[in-house]
């Protein structure tokens, strides 16, 4: 598909139409819905798309600039630690206004086939740029790990990134919480990655990594195994009563 140059119109449509996906879901979702949201007809809406499949490949589009906008490495310093904070922050702030993306991918495929060719592309180019960031991390002395457990670690983190938005939706879908998609609960991812690569952190991360790691998850806050047992002992109760 041929990236067509923004208009006004277009702007919001494609606006409109993410808003509508990640609170509803994609499936939910249909071009009427949106051209409702946007009063306006659904032919004015099919003038600047053919169909729904056009809008999600353009918001797909959008993310992946950003996504590799964000994972750029500086070339001109040596990497520091606030460094990496700044990409989780990035990564995840882009994962919550895109949620749909990730959440609904295996049904946006059959969908828009284009889609994913474009996603493997993406995800082989997301893959490369953070295996690079680690290297500036060993570098600069932040990180420790050998060629064979660097090509696991991204791979994990991309592994969970790409499917804690999925873990989240399908958790509450099942228990009733309703709460765990927040996005404090995405947020939450972070404290994961940075779980996965503390046996790998050295140097100045090492000494911040406490910190770090309280940032994303205050030592009273529960995290996501404790909300969804509590949500399931709530609804075997709930359950229980109406029997």
């Known amino acids: 598909m041929a990236v067509i140059a923004p208009t006004k119109t277009r702007d919001r449509i494609l606006q409109a139409s993410l808003e509508l996906f990640n609170e509803r879901g994609e499936r939910n979702v249909t071009t009427n819905h949106i051209a409702q949201a946007l009063g306006m007809s659904p032919g004015n809406l099919y003038y600047h798309f053919r169909n729904k499949g056009e809008i999600i490949f353009e918001l797909f589009l959008r993310y992946e600039q950003a996504m590799s906008s964000w994972l750029d490495?500086?070339?001109?310093?040596?990497?520091?630690?606030?460094d990496k904070?700044?990409?989780?922050?990035?990564?995840?702030?882009?994962?919550?206004?895109?949620?749909?993306?990730?959440?609904?991918?295996?049904?946006?495929?059959?969908?828009?086939?284009?889609?994913?060719?474009r996603y493997s592309a993406f995800a082989a180019l997301s893959m490369r740029q953070a295996h690079a960031i680690y290297q500036g991390m060993i570098a600069a002395g932040l990180v420790e790990?050998?060629?064979?457990?660097?090509?696991a670690l991204v791979?994990?983190?991309?592994?969970?990134?790409?499917?804690?938005t999925t873990f989240l939706h399908t958790t509450a879908a099942h228990t009733g919480a309703?709460?765990?998609?927040?996005e404090q609960m995405l947020r939450y991812g972070i404290y994961q990655i940075i779980?996965?690569?503390?046996?790998?952190?050295?140097?100045?991360?090492?000494?911040?990594?406490?910190?770090?790691k309280a940032r994303y998850?205050?030592?009273?806050?529960?995290?996501?195994?404790?909300?969804?047992?509590?949500?399931?002992?709530?609804?075997?109760?709930?359950?229980?009563?109406?029997?």
């Open 73 to 82: 490495v500086p070339h001109d310093r040596p990497m520091t630690w606030q």
């Open 85 to 117: 904070l700044g990409y989780f922050e990035s990564i995840f702030r882009g994962l919550w206004e895109y949620r749909f993306l990730h959440r609904d991918l295996e049904q946006l495929f059959a969908g828009t086939p284009a889609l994913r060719v």
């Open 145 to 151: 790990a050998t060629d064979e457990e660097l090509d």
């Open 155 to 164: 791979l994990n983190i991309w592994v969970l990134a790409t499917s804690w």
């Open 178 to 182: 309703s709460d765990l998609m927040g």
């Open 195 to 212: 779980c996965l690569e503390e046996p790998y952190v050295r140097g100045e991360a090492l000494v911040h990594l406490a910190d770090i």
């Open 217 to 243: 998850r205050a030592p009273d806050a529960p995290g996501p195994l404790a909300l969804i047992a509590n949500a399931v002992q709530k609804n075997a109760g709930m359950v229980s009563s109406s029997q």
